[in-house]
């Protein structure tokens, strides 16, 4: 059965350090997101690709963090520097398209990052 | 300001009976809807997705009631099973563009006792 794969799945850093989340979605899936889940909430929107292009990052702190689907195959998420806010479950998903009715998105086990 | 809402945190339902969760929204221009279930260390799950063109949709166990004019839906899951147990999340969706990320809800812990 055709997954997201996500790695690694566990990540523990230091404040300041530099940390990079790697995402493979479902074979042909042509949109790719990236999903932050803080504990006791539910997920939230950080960037949507669609093929190697950016369709939309307005919910990204772009003064530390950054995507790039550079083959619009995977994409990798980077955080520099981390801080201890962005300890959370950083969850990727994966879609055949985007603006359809019915938008099944089918998310990766996720990376749980922790910041000390 | 939480443009989709799970009010309820948690909900204990006996083995077999019916589990109920519900979900309201703010935002007029979702268009659909989904419910993801998710285990601890685990990614969500889809369950089942309704459009807003209808009220109902069925899937086994799992029936989803949408009522648009109260900008409210509903999962049901009959029976409830042990295994049901995990945090189920509503998401909703606008299909008018191509940006089209989902607005979760916190999510509710349904816990199914024997």
């Known amino acids: 059965e055709a997954e997201v794969a996500q790695s690694p799945r566990y990540k523990i850093t230091e404040k300041s350090q530099a940390v990079a989340f790697w995402c493979d979605p479902i074979s042909g899936h042509a949109t790719l997101y990236w999903y932050r889940q803080i504990l006791g909430q539910g997920p939230e929107l950080l960037v949507q690709f669609q093929d190697e292009s950016v369709v939309d990052d307005s919910q990204l702190p772009k003064d530390r963090f950054s995507a790039e689907r550079l083959k619009g195959v995977d994409s990798t998420l980077k955080i520099q520097p981390a801080e201890l806010g962005d300890s959370a479950m950083y969850l990727c998903?994966?879609?055949?398209?985007?603006?359809?009715?019915?938008?099944?998105?089918?998310f990766g086990p996720g990376t749980r990052l922790t910041v000390l | 300001d939480q443009q989709v809402k799970q009010n309820s945190p948690s909900l204990s339902v006996q083995e077999g009976r019916i589990s109920i969760l519900n979900c309201d929204y703010t935002?007029?221009?979702?268009?659909?809807f989904l419910w993801y279930k998710k285990y601890p260390a685990e990614g969500p799950t889809f369950l089942i997705s309704?459009?807003?063109?209808?009220d109902k949709n069925e899937d086994g166990r799992f029936t989803v009631f949408l009522n648009k004019s109260a900008k409210h839906l509903s999962l049901h899951i009959v029976p409830s099973q042990p295994g049901d147990s995990a945090v189920y999340f509503c998401a909703a969706g606008d299909s008018g563009g191509g940006a089209d990320g989902l607005t979760f809800g916190k999510g509710t812990h349904l816990i199914i006792q024997p």
């Open positions: 309704i459009s807003s063109i209808k």
């Open positions: 998903a994966s879609s055949l398209t985007s603006g359809r009715s019915y938008n099944e998105q089918f």
């Open positions: 935002n007029s221009m979702f268009d659909y």
